[in-house]
C-alpha cells in the first residue's frame, strides 16, 4: 500500500481546506485520486487524515437498501421512492443537496457556480469542492429553465405579421389551391386584418400590408415580420438584409420592419396566435369559389367576429379597445399610395444602355459592363447602382425606342457637331483674336455650311502652332478669303520678303557726272553732256 509522507498528508488536508476538489489535489500533487480520498474520508465529511491503510467506504450500489428506501409492503399507502435529486448519481448523495433552496434562489439571480460555491462555505460553512457545485448547479440549471419575458408594447408601437395557409378555393373550371393568408394583428389592441393571395410575392406582400394601414386608419412605429423570402433577401439577427421594395414601401409610411430571430416564433406569439384563430374560427371546413370570394368573406369575419370578441388576455372587446386607445395615436397615412413598379437587375450594353421591356436607357459612361438595379413605372424609369443609389432617370418609352440622357455621352466619344456653332466660335477665339475674327467672320458669310469649316479650323490646332494659325487667319481676314483650301495654302506659304526701296541721291553715292567724265563713251544722254 502506497504510505504517503507527512508532508504529502499535511498538503492534502491543506488544499482541502481551502477549497480544492480532490480531482484537482490529486492533479496538483502527481497523486490518485483514490490515494488523496483514504486521507480525506468519505465525500461531504469533515476534512481530517484517515489512518494509514483504512479501507476506502464503499459507495452503496444503485437499488441498494442504503441508497433507497425498502419498498412498502403490498397494501401500504407509503408513497414511492422519490426520484434521484438534482446533481446527485444512483447510490450518491450530492454534498450539495443540503443547500438545494440556496442554491435555486441564487441561480435565479443569476448567480455562477463559483460565487455560489464561494457563498457556500462563507456563509454556511459547506465542505464539498468546487467541482461538486459545479456539477449540482449544471444539472439544477438543466431542470429549471427560465421562463419567457412578456412583452406587450405601448399602443401604436407594433404590428406583427405572419402567413399562413388559407381555405381551398375551387373555381368553376375545375382548378384547386389553397392560397396563401396574410394576418396583421396590432400589438396593444390585437385588432387584425386578414387577406389571402394566390402567391406570397414582394408584390403580394406589400399590397397586403398597405391595406392593412388604410384598414386601420394609420401606421405603428415598427413591423414585426419573420424572414420570409418575398421581404428579407439575407437572414441576419443583427443586421438584416431587406428586400429594396421592401424598405422603399417603409420610407413611404414612415415605419421601420424588424424581423425576428430565425427559428424563434414566439418573438411574434401574438400574430402566431392570430393566425390559428383566423384559420380555426373563420376558414375551417370552409370552401370557395375564387380568392375574392374568400377575401369578402375574411373582411366581415373581422367585422362581425374577430373585432367584437373579449380578448382573452386583455379581457377587453377588441374594437373597443382599439377605438379608445390605439386608433388615436397610430401615425398619419402618406397623402398617396404606395408607387406600383416592377424591378429587376440588368446589365449595361456596350453601348451603355440596358434594355426593358425592349427599350433602352442610357446611363453614365462609368457603369460600362456593370449590373444594376432597375425600376419602372407607367412613366418613369429609374436606375441605381449596387447601393442603391440613383444614376439614371428617364421618362418610359414604348419597345424599340431609344433614351440617352446627353449627359450620359463620354467626352471622348461626342460629336463636335453636337455641340453646337457657338461652342465651335468660342473654341476658335481660344486661339487667338485673328483666328477669332476670321471664323466669326467666315460662319456670318457661309452659314450653317460653315460648321465644317470650323470644325477643319480647330483640327489645325493639333497640327500647327497658334501663332502660324493666328498670322494666317490674319492674311485670310485681309483679303477676304473664306475657304478652308485657302487658309491652308496661307499656312504652307512661305513669309513675304520685306520690299527696300533705293534712294538716288545720299552723301555716300556719287553724282552720275563723276562716272560720265571718266568714261564718256558710255553715257550718251545729252542732258549729263550738258552739264559737263
Not at 423 to 441: C, E, I, M
Amino acid at each position: 500500500m502506497n504510505i504517503l509522507t507527512v508532508n504529502e498528508q499535511q498538503s492534502i488536508r491543506t488544499l482541502a481546506e481551502r477549497g480544492w476538489s480532490r480531482r484537482r489535489i490529486a492533479r496538483e500533487l502527481g497523486l490518485h485520486r483514490e490515494t488523496v480520498g483514504r486521507y480525506l474520508g468519505p465525500a461531504g465529511a469533515s476534512t481530517g487524515a484517515v489512518a494509514a491503510g483504512a479501507a476506502k467506504p464503499a459507495i452503496p450500489p444503485a437499488g441498494s437498501a442504503d441508497s433507497e428506501p425498502a419498498i412498502p409492503p403490498p397494501g401500504c399507502d407509503e408513497p414511492k421512492p422519490a426520484i434521484p435529486p438534482a446533481g446527485s448519481v444512483a447510490g450518491r448523495r450530492s454534498a450539495c443537496e443540503p443547500f438545494r433552496a440556496f442554491i435555486e434562489a441564487g441561480l435565479v439571480q443569476g448567480l455562477s457556480a463559483q460565487r455560489l460555491f464561494q457563498d457556500l462555505r462563507s456563509e454556511h460553512g459547506f465542505a464539498g469542492g468546487y467541482d461538486a457545485v459545479k456539477r449540482y448547479v449544471r444539472a439544477l440549471g438543466a431542470s429549471m429553465p427560465l421562463p419567457f419575458r412578456r412583452m406587450e408594447m405601448a399602443p401604436g408601437e407594433e404590428v406583427q405579421v405572419d402567413y399562413g395557409q388559407g381555405a381551398w378555393v375551387i373555381e368553376p373550371d375545375g382548378t384547386r389551391y389553397r392560397p396563401h393568408l396574410l394576418r396583421l394583428v396590432l400589438s396593444a389592441s390585437r385588432k387584425g386584418y386578414t387577406e389571402a393571395f394566390r402567391r406570397q410575392t414582394t408584390e403580394s406582400f406589400i399590397r397586403g400590408m398597405e391595406n392593412g394601414f388604410r384598414a386601420f386608419g394609420g401606421v405603428t412605429a415598427t413591423v414585426v415580420i419573420d424572414n420570409l423570402k418575398a421581404a428579407v433577401k439575407r437572414v441576419d439577427w443583427f443586421d438584416p438584409d431587406i428586400n429594396p421594395k421592401v424598405r422603399d414601401f417603409a420610407a413611404h409610411y414612415g415605419t421601420v420592419f424588424l424581423p425576428t430571430r430565425p427559428a424563434m416564433p414566439r418573438h411574434k406569439g401574438k400574430v402566431e396566435a392570430g393566425v390559428k384563430y383566423a384559420q380555426a374560427n373563420a376558414l375551417r371546413g370552409r370552401k370557395f369559389t375564387s380568392l375574392s370570394a374568400q377575401n369578402d368573406f375574411l373582411l366581415e369575419w373581422e367585422r362581425t367576429i374577430a373585432d367584437t370578441r373579449i380578448h382573452g388576455t386583455t379581457r377587453k372587446q377588441v374594437a373597443v379597445l382599439f377605438a379608445e386607445v390605439e386608433a388615436p395615436v397610430l401615425r398619419a397615412l402618406p397623402a398617396s399610395l404606395f408607387p406600383v413598379f416592377e424591378e429587376g437587375r440588368r446589365t449595361v450594353h456596350r453601348d451603355g444602355h440596358v434594355e426593358i421591356q425592349r427599350a433602352y436607357y442610357s446611363v453614365p459612361p462609368e457603369y460600362l459592363g456593370h449590373e444594376l438595379w432597375v425600376r419602372w413605372e407607367a412613366r418613369l424609369v429609374r436606375i441605381f447602382d449596387a447601393q442603391m443609389n440613383l444614376i439614371a432617370l428617364h421618362t418610359r418609352h414604348d419597345p424599340g425606342a431609344f433614351s440617352t440622357d446627353p449627359a450620359h455621352i463620354h467626352t471622348h466619344k461626342r460629336r463636335i457637331i453636337e455641340r453646337g456653332a457657338d461652342w465651335l466660335l468660342d473654341r476658335a477665339s481660344q486661339v487667338g483674336q485673328a483666328t477669332g475674327g476670321w471664323a466669326r467672320a467666315m460662319y456670318a458669310q457661309r452659314g450653317p455650311a460653315g460648321i465644317r469649316v470650323l470644325q477643319g479650323l480647330l483640327s489645325m490646332v493639333e497640327d500647327h502652332a497658334p501663332g502660324k494659325i493666328e498670322r494666317a487667319c490674319a492674311r485670310a481676314l485681309e483679303f477676304g478669303a473664306w475657304r478652308l483650301r485657302d487658309l491652308r495654302a496661307l499656312l504652307d506659304a512661305q513669309p513675304p520678303q520685306t520690299q527696300f526701296h533705293f534712294v538716288a541721291e545720299h552723301p555716300l553715292i556719287r553724282p552720275l557726272a563723276d562716272y560720265a567724265a571718266l568714261s564718256p563713251d558710255c553715257f550718251h544722254d545729252p542732258d549729263l553732256s550738258q552739264n559737263a
